[in-house]
């Protein structure tokens, strides 16, 4: 039994700690918070690691990790703390870590929706070309930067077709859904046309 605890709190404690250094790369590096695969399924993979998300929930790396830990210190606890057999033991594990996981996304999205709103709102972008900041897979989410009220702000960005568009490429912002934008290269014949159906809209 000492064996089981012991493997569990080095465990926990190196899944913890591994997320803590990705959540401080991604904050001190200037990476996007969330994931390429969010707990939602959704998002991208790009060479930021755990980046896409674009819509500040936890990526595929992060959410594993959160899960590990949380559930190998609370299997840990129990086992040390009651006489519970495996099975409940294991299964307040799952749950406690699939509650963490849900709980640092929800919380990761809060953060990411106060830091976009501000004093400036995201349908503010369209019509304004941006250059990309971290890379727009194809059919995936990437990160533009975008000029708004005289100062450079960060937003989730797809591109229309579903094409990938490369990190520092102009791109035309066409549309602003809740947390991210529609883009589409910019200096292409179509962004003239774009342009006027954008301004029609307006």
């Known amino acids: 039994m000492q064996d089981v605890i012991n493997i569990l709190f080095f465990t ?3 899944a913890g700690g591994l997320l803590i250094l990705l959540l401080l790369i991604s904050i001190f590096g200037g990476m996007d ?4 695969v969010d707990v939602d399924a959704g998002g991208d993979l790009d060479a930021h690691g755990d980046t896409d998300v674009s819509d500040g929930s936890l990526g595929v790396l992060k959410t594993l990790l959160t899960f590990i830990s949380v559930g190998a210190f609370t299997a840990r606890a129990f086992l ?3 006489a519970w057999s495996w099975t409940i033991v294991i ?3 799952i749950v406690a870590g699939a509650i963490a996981v849900f ?3 929800w919380f990761f ?3 990411l929706k106060n830091q976009e709103e501000g004093n400036w709102h995201i349908w ?3 019509g304004k070309v941006g250059s990309v900041y971290v890379p727009i897979p194809e059919k995936g989410k990437g990160r533009i930067m975008v000029q708004i009220d005289e100062a450079d702000r960060e937003i989730a960005a797809q591109t229309k077709d ?3 568009i490369g990190t520092r490429e102009k791109v035309l912002v066409l549309e602003a859904k809740e947390d991210y934008v529609i883009v589409v290269p910019y200096g292409q014949e179509t962004s003239k046309k774009n342009e006027q159906q954008i301004l029609n809209k307006k």
Do not use: F, K
């Open 12 to 14: 926990g404690t190196i």
């Open 33 to 36: 918070i969330g994931g390429d």
């Open 80 to 82: 040390m703390n009651t």
């Open 91 to 93: 299964l307040t594990s």
């Open 103 to 105: 709980l640092l996304t």
């Open 109 to 111: 999205r809060w953060l």
């Open 124 to 126: 503010q972008a369209e």
């Open 162 to 164: 579903g094409e990938a």
